[in-house]
């Protein structure tokens, strides 16, 4: 079970890694100005911290009262 795990990870990580975990950064200093550009990455990692905090502290909690169903957003 450990190496499922442990593939699964290394398979999470590369996939998260090259798709969506550089977008709020590159997003963030395409679609602002130079003048705001430090802002703009200011307020989008400011914002993936302020997520990462709610799923790491609700997930939990929503997937022992909900199940599966959490993810549904019932």
Same mark, same amino acid.
């Given at each position: 079970?450990g ?6 990870l290394? $398979?999470?990580?590369?996939f998260? +890694? *090259?798709c969506w975990? !550089? *977008? !709020?950064?590159?997003y ?5 100005s130079v003048?705001? =550009?430090a =802002?703009g990455? +200011? ?6 911290w ?9 997930s !939990?909690?929503?997937l =022992?009262? $909900?199940?599966?169903?959490?993810? $549904?957003g019932?």
């Amino acid at each position: 079970m450990g190496q499922v795990v442990t593939a699964f990870l290394f $398979l999470y990580h590369g996939f998260f +890694g *090259t798709c969506w975990g !550089p *977008t !709020p950064w590159v997003y963030s200093s395409e679609v602002n100005s130079v003048a705001w =550009r430090a =802002r703009g990455a +200011g307020m989008a990692t400011a914002t993936n911290w302020l997520f990462g905090f709610v799923t790491v502290q609700f997930s !939990p909690a929503g997937l =022992r009262n $909900l199940g599966w169903r959490f993810f $549904l957003g019932e």
